[in-house]
Every structure is written in C-alpha cells, then in structure tokens.
C-alpha cells in the first residue's frame, strides 16, 4: 500500500483530477488500443467515462455475462452507456463461470475461481482478439487495502499481489481511480455526468451474487438469490442506506407449510449505513418493515422457509458474506 498515496474525499478536487487522469490515460495507452469490463457499478462506470474521454472509440468496452449478475442487469447497464455515446459489447460467459465454480465452497477459493475466469479465460481471449495492449479496470483503495491485509481477495487486485498481468495474461492493467475509497469515486462520477442512477448507485461486488451465496454457487441457487435481492432493492429503496441485500445461507433449516414439515432454504438480510465501506453499521429497520420483507420472500421465492437480519457491525463483520 505504501506505493499508492490515497485521496481523501475532502482533498479531492474532482475537475482537477478528472483532468489529471485523461492526460495520463491517454499518454499510457498512446496510439494503442484499450479494453475494459462495465459492470455498471460506480467504480466500472467511472472508469469508462474516463477512458472514453481520454481514448474515444480506441476504448472497447465489454459486459461480461456471467450469469450471476441481478435481474436485468446486464441489458440495463448496456442501454444505459449506449445512450450516453459508450458502444458496450455483451459477452455471453455464463457457462465458463458455472463451470468453474462447480463443487466450490470454500470462499477464497470462489473468488479465485471467478478471477481466473475472468483475466485468464475470457479477458485473455478478447485481449488477443482486439489487440489491444491494456485493461482499464476499476480498483479502488478500500480493495486493495482488504486485499493486502487479508480480509478477502478482491477479484480486481493483481499487480499488489505480485502478479504480473503483462507475463500472467498478456496485457497492462491500467487502475485510473486505485486512490479513492467509494466516496470519492462518487464525487468524479457525478462530475463526469454520469446519470444519479449510476454516481449513487449503491456497490456491487466484483464476484456478483456469488459473494451473497454460502457453499457451492449454482445456477439454481443463484436463482433464488437472485429473486430475494430484487425484493429486497424493491422494499428497502427508500431507505437512503449505503446496501442492501440478501444472502443465501448453504445449511437447510426446518419449517412448515400448510401444515407439513418444510425442510427449507434460509436468507439473510444485510442493510448497511456507511460513508466510504471501511466500517459501517447494520441499518436500524423498523420492525414492521423486516416483517414486510420476510412475508415476501417466504412467499414469493420458492423453497424458503427463514428470513434473518444481520445487527452485527463492520468490523468484525464484513459488507458481503463471503
């Protein structure tokens, strides 16, 4: 961490550096072509903004599918940067994901499967066929600093970790806002004009909906979590918490159904107030509305039979479950 000096987000001029990083994007890549993954989140979307500002059309930018985004996510997100000039290309993974998460439980070891996928298998491939020479990708400080001191592997961090992306996989990655923590992301966002939907869209991980299921990631069960999370967004959106979501447990738990014994699926809710994700508090909801919110999931997502709701801080506890 010594090499990457942060930016506090009230020492951040956003126009100022905005302009610093298009300058040094563009003097990077030169006459080169650059590529880069949009998930949609601020810290994606930041990064493309500012790509495309300092390349234009020598930016190629992709939406990888990897079947564990939310509920019309990927068509959302590609509609959304179309009309604002981005072409996004949508790459179709899904399969090469479940794959290699397949038997796969352990938490490390997810997100070492999905970070391979992703560099090793399907960014490699599109690197060779674009030839393009570098990856704009949207590590932040809070990232790497989780990254490094062990709490978990994000999936974006490489080079901190020793690796080297030009030898591993055949590219130089280019990270425009490592500096900032979400807060500031935010801030160069909304000076970019990226849409409010985007600048305040609450964070997203890099491992998708796997990062909310425990055990083994399926289709099938991310399916489930899948359904929850959308009911969860649709009932907490008023809240103005920092996230929200649901997390599918992997142990089944007894319950009972017209009056049958209901050997079912159990989820939890995590609702976070925080600034910047370096420690935050579980949102204090009303009663009424966690019992709102377990009546809907009982109900409408199949095979669930247990709602809880996560009041352990960060730390010890983290925003996402694994």
């Known amino acids: 961490m010594e090499n990457i000096k942060e930016i506090k987000s009230n020492e951040l001029n956003p126009k100022k550096f905005i302009e610093e990083k298009v300058q040094e994007i563009a ?45 019309g996510e990927p068509q959302q997100v590609v509609s959304t940067f179309e009309k604002m000039g981005v072409h996004v290309e949508l790459v179709d993974a899904k399969d090469q994901f479940f794959a290699a998460l397949k038997d796969v439980r352990d938490p490390e070891e997810k997100r070492e499967a999905i970070t391979s996928t992703f560099y090793k298998d399907v960014f490699s491939k599109i690197v060779k066929e674009s030839g393009a020479q570098f990856l704009v990708q949207g590590t932040n400080y809070t990232d790497v600093e989780e990254t490094v001191a062990k709490i978990k592997r994000q999936h974006n961090v490489l080079e901190q970790l020793g690796i080297d992306t030009q030898k591993e996989f055949g590219y130089k990655v280019i990270e425009p806002i490592i500096q900032l923590r979400k807060d500031g992301v935010r801030l160069v966002a909304k000076k970019l004009g990226l ?127 694994v």
């Open 195 to 321: 849409p409010e939907s985007i600048w305040n869209r609450m964070p997203f991980p890099g491992p998708a909906l796997a990062a909310r299921v425990i055990g083994e990631v399926t289709a099938e069960r991310i399916e489930i979590v899948r359904k929850a999370t959308q009911i969860v967004e649709e009932e907490l959106g008023g809240t103005w918490a920092f996230q929200y979501f649901a997390i599918l447990h992997e142990d089944r738990v007894t319950g009972m159904r017209g009056g049958k014994r209901d050997f079912g699926l159990q989820v939890e809710v995590r609702c976070w107030d925080s600034i910047d994700a370096t420690t935050a508090t579980p949102t204090e909801l009303s009663y009424k509305r966690l019992v709102k919110l377990a009546d809907k999931i009982t109900s409408e997502v199949p095979g669930v039979v247990s709602v809880t709701y996560n009041v352990a801080k960060k730390p010890p506890s983290t925003m996402e479950a």
């Open 27 to 71: 003097s990077t890549v030169g006459e080169g072509i650059a590529i880069n993954a949009l998930s949609g989140g601020v810290d994606s979307s930041t990064c493309t903004m500012l790509c495309h500002k300092a390349l234009g059309d020598r930016l190629k930018t992709y939406f990888i599918e990897n079947g564990l985004m939310r509920e």
